[in-house]
């Protein structure tokens, strides 16, 4: 059974800096797609960043491009999240997804089959 582990969320002021990472078991983070999405207090879910191809191809939403980096670790099987220069309006929590293929839009919710518990981010 595919289970993700999100991991590295907490309280920080902005401008500061988190990294998330997301352990993954049951599922090989080199297989196809892994994605990050983050939902707000009455917004809906929103894609953040991806990593396709195997690991070859990453995609970052405009909202934080320059600011956060998605990449994996094969032999650790994580995909993290460094995010720098944090703001208040990244607070959200934070999710780890995955799936066995890409179909459709990284930034679709329904493109993604496997998705974490969360981990909360909190920009002060």
């Known amino acids: 059974q595919v289970q993700l582990v999100e991991s590295g969320g907490g309280s920080v002021q902005a401008g500061g800096s988190l990294r998330l990472a997301c352990a993954a078991s049951?599922?090989?983070?080199?297989?196809?797609?892994m994605a990050w999405f983050r939902q707000a207090p009455g917004k809906e879910c929103e894609g953040v960043a991806a990593i396709v191809a195997g690991g070859g191809r990453t995609y970052v939403a405009d909202s934080v491009k320059g600011r956060f980096t998605i990449s994996q670790d094969n032999a650790k099987n994580t995909v993290n999240l460094q995010m720098n220069d944090l703001k208040p309006e990244d607070t959200a929590m934070y999710y780890c997804?995955?799936?066995?293929?890409?179909?459709?839009?990284?930034?679709?919710?329904?493109?993604?089959?496997?998705w974490g518990q969360g981990t909360q981010v909190t920009v002060s």
């Open positions: 997804t995955a799936a066995d293929q890409y179909r459709g839009s990284w930034y679709d919710t329904k493109s993604w089959r496997y």
């Open positions: 049951g599922y090989s983070v080199s297989t196809c797609c």
